[in-house]
C-alpha cells in the first residue's frame, strides 16, 4: 500500500523524502503507518527499478543535499496496475488499499474508477452479508461492538452507491 501511495502521491509533484512522509501522513494516515524505516528504503527501491528517478537534488541546511524525486513512466504504469488490481488481504487491509486509492481517482478514467467502485461496494455486500460473528459474541461489549462495526459498513455501502452514481453521471457527461 505504501507504493501504491508513493507513486500517487510522487505524480502529483517531485518531492524528497521527508516531504513525501509529510504529504503521506496528512493524506494517508488514517490507512497506513507512515515511518522513515520505510519509506527511505522504499524509494531506493523503486528508483533502482526505474519507477521514479532523482530528477535534481535540494541544497539542505547540512552539507549533503536532498534528492528529489519524479515519478517515470515505468513508476505511473506500475501505479496503474496496483491501482486496478484485487489483492486477497484482510478485511482492514482491503478497506485501507480502497481509500489510498479512492483518494487518487482524478488519474484514472470514468470506466477504470467504476470498475474499482463496483468491486468494492461488492466486497462490502459480501461482508455484510456475513454476519457469522453475531452468533459468536459471547457478551454485550463484543456484540455492541460488532453491530458499530456493521453501521459503518452500512454507511460505506451507501457512500460507494453514492460515487457510483456520480461515476456514472460523469461518463454520460462526456
Known amino acids: 500500500m ?3 501511495a508513493t507513486l500517487g502521491i510522487l505524480q502529483r509533484e517531485p518531492l524528497h523524502g521527508y516531504r513525501l512522509k509529510q504529504h503521506l501522513e496528512l493524506f494517508m494516515g488514517s490507512c497506513i503507518s507512515v515511518n522513515y524505516g ?7 527501491r523503486l528508483e533502482e527499478q526505474g519507477a521514479i528517478a532523482a530528477v535534481e537534488e535540494e541544497e539542505g541546511e547540512t552539507s549533503s543535499g536532498r534528492k528529489i524525486y519524479s515519478v517515470t513512466d515505468l513508476g505511473r504504469d506500475r501505479w496503474r496496475q496496483k ?3 484485487h489483492p486477497q488481504e484482510s478485511w482492514v487491509n482491503s478497506r485501507s488499499r480502497f481509500l489510498i486509492k479512492f483518494s487518487f481517482f482524478s488519474y484514472l478514467q470514468p470506466p477504470e ?17 456475513s454476519r457469522e460473528i453475531e452468533k459468536l459474541a459471547p457478551d454485550s461489549y463484543q456484540t455492541n461492538v460488532w453491530h458499530y462495526a456493521m453501521q459503518v459498513l452500512e454507511g460505506e455501502i451507501l457512500w460507494i452507491v453514492e460515487q457510483l452514481a456520480k461515476e456514472r453521471n460523469i461518463g454520460t457527461i462526456n
Open 113 to 129: 474508477r467504476i470498475k474499482l467502485l463496483e468491486h468494492r461496494l461488492m466486497v462490502c455486500k459480501l461482508r455484510l452479508e
Open 38 to 44: 520505510s519509506i527511505y528504503p522504499l524509494l531506493k
Open 2 to 4: 505504501l507504493e501504491l
Open 83 to 85: 491501482m486496478l488490481e
